[in-house]
C-alpha cells in the first residue's frame, strides 16, 4: 500500500545507518559490502578480524538476532540484512552486542 518508492528508501536508509555503525568498528571487522550506497541496498556483510566469523555469528544467534553465516566462496563472513519493518533502535542493539562480541 505503501508503494516500492518508499520501501527502497527506508530499506536503504536502514542499511545505511547500519554500514556507518559498522564502520564504526573500525579495525575489529572487514566490511566486504561495497562502501558506495548505490551497490548495497538492504544486506551488509562483514568479517570480525580477531574472532572467527561462525562464533561471531553464535553469539549474535545467543542474544537474538538473525542474521546469516556466508561460507560459500569462502567468504567466511556474517551477513545482516535490514527490511522495512526493522527500526533504528534494533540496528543499535546489533551493534551494541557486536562491539561486546568483538572487544
Not at 555503525?21 to 578480524?49: C, D, H, N, W
Not at 533502535?89 to 562491539?99: G, H, P, S, W
Amino acid at each position: 500500500q505503501i508503494g516500492k518508492p518508499k520501501v527502497e528508501s527506508r530499506i536503504r536508509e536502514l542499511n545505511q545507518y547500519l554500514f556507518e555503525g559498522l564502520s564504526e568498528l573500525g579495525s575489529r571487522i572487514e566490511i566486504l559490502t561495497p562502501e558506495e550506497k548505490e551497490g548495497r541496498i538492504s544486506v551488509i556483510s562483514f568479517r570480525p578480524k580477531n574472532m572467527d566469523y561462525n562464533a561471531c555469528g553464535a553469539e549474535l544467534g545467543k542474544a537474538g538476532f538473525r542474521i546469516r553465516l556466508v561460507h560459500e566462496g569462502k567468504v567466511n563472513a556474517v551477513r545482516v540484512s535490514t527490511h522495512i519493518y526493522n527500526t533504528k533502535t534494533e540496528l543499535d542493539a546489533i551493534l551494541v552486542e557486536l562491539k561486546r562480541i568483538l572487544a
